[in-house]
Nanobody, 125 residues
Framework: QVRLIESGGGWVQAGGSLKLSCAVS????????EAWFRQAPGKEREFVAA????????KYDESVEGRFTISRDIAKNTMYLNMNDLKPEDTAIYYC??????????????????WGQGTQVTVAA
């Protein structure tokens, strides 16, 4: 059974940084597509960043491009989201997700079959 467990969320002032981690068990980081999504109150869950299995290609939502970096450590079976220059509009619950198999990189949340429980990120103005 694949399990994803996020950590690293918290409270930070605007302009600050946070690093989210997502430990994967029952599955292999690097042999799949991994991604981060977020959901703000009253809004739908939206794509943030993804990293594909082919050479580690990456894709970002334009709202976080240049500020956030997705990465993974295959030895630790863990994926990360480094978030810099955080803004109040980044406030949300952040979820890591995994799409099994050697598939194309996608931003569609319905394509991801495994999800973490979420971690809260709050950015104060």
């Amino acid at each position: 059974q694949v399990r994803l467990i996020e950590s690293g969320g918290g409270w930070v002032q605007a302009g600050g940084s946070l690093k989210l981690s997502c430990a994967v068990s029952g599955g292999t980081v690097g042999g799949n597509t991994e991604a981060w999504f977020r959901q703000a109150p009253g809004k739908e869950r939206e794509f943030v960043a993804a990293i594909g299995w082919i050479g580690g290609s990456r894709k970002y939502d334009e709202s976080v491009e240049g500020r956030f970096t997705i990465s993974r450590d295959i030895a630790k079976n863990t994926m990360y989201l480094n978030m810099n220059d955080l803004k109040p509009e980044d406030t949300a619950i952040y979820y890591c997700a995994l799409r099994s198999g050697r598939t194309t990189l996608t931003t569609n949340r319905n394509s991801y079959g495994f999800w973490g429980q979420g971690t809260q990120v709050t950015v104060a103005a």
